[in-house]
T-cell receptor, first 111, second 110 residues
Framework: DVKVTQSSRYLVKRTGEKVFLECVQD?????MFWYRQDPGLGLRLIYF???????EKGDIPEGYSVSREKKERFSLILESASTNQTSMYLC??????????FGPGTRLTVT | DAKTTQPNSMESNEEEPVHLPCNHS???????IHWYRQLPSQGPEYVIH???SNVNNRMASLAIAEDRKSSTLILHRATLRDAAVYYC???????????FGTGTRLQVFP
């Protein structure tokens, strides 16, 4: 079974802190994605990556950056966390365009 | 980006079929229709996808209207474990980008 793991299920950070959210997949997938999920807004794509060291902006990249140094790992970075970045963050990976595999999510609270 | 419209919620009894509708009147000829579902406290999981023809897999069936402006996800016999939010998504041809809406929350009663 494909497994996508995220470093934390719950995270509490203070405003202005630098935050790293880690995602690891074990199926050698080329493609990886970061979404955030907010009530009433559904899932929105932040960034995605087709290969190591490659990244593409999604619909809401402002305030975020990403890093993909190894194929299995895709990190989401909040350079200076703000309260409006309190959200559920979901990572996904895929081999093709038909099926994305999601991790369990990290609920981030910024106080 | 092409959008989908789904009812906010639906209810079903266990072991009955469930038909989850989705309208996508602005779909283009090459957009794929995907369905994902999200169980409580989990990330979304893939259910099924199609382009023009009806599709079946072990989880569900997808019925696509002839004009492709609507589709229906069919769960043949609902179980309590099928209680989830179901998302109907259009994917632009030749991209990986999924545009999620707010989905339909399905409640299943014993």
């Amino acid at each position: 079974d494909v497994k996508v793991t995220q470093s934390s299920r719950y995270l509490v950070k203070r405003t202005g802190e630098k935050v790293f959210l880690e995602c690891v997949q074990d199926m050698d997938h080329e493609n990886m994605f970061w979404y955030r999920q907010d009530p009433g807004l559904g899932l929105r794509l932040i960034y995605f990556s087709y290969d190591v060291k490659m990244k593409e902006k999604g619909d809401i990249p402002e305030g975020y950056s990403v890093s993909r140094e190894k194929k299995e790992r895709f990190s989401l970075i909040l350079e200076s966390a703000s309260t409006n970045q309190t959200s559920m963050y979901l990572c996904a990976s895929s081999f093709d365009r038909y099926e994305q595999y999601f991790g369990p999510g990290t609920r981030l609270t910024v106080t | 980006d092409a959008k989908t419209t789904q009812p906010n919620s639906m209810e079903s009894n266990e072991e009955e079929p469930v038909h989850l509708p989705c309208n996508h009147s602005t779909i283009s000829g090459t957009d794929y229709i995907h369905w994902y579902r999200q169980l409580p406290s989990q990330g979304p999981e893939y259910v099924i996808h199609g382009l023009t023809s009806n599709v079946n897999n072990r989880m569900a069936s997808l019925a696509i209207a002839e004009d492709r402006k609507s589709s229906t996800l069919i769960l043949h016999r609902a179980t309590l474990r099928d209680a989830a939010v179901y998302y109907c998504i259009l994917r632009i041809y030749n991209t990986d980008k999924l545009i999620f809406g707010t989905g339909t929350r399905l409640q299943v009663f014993p």
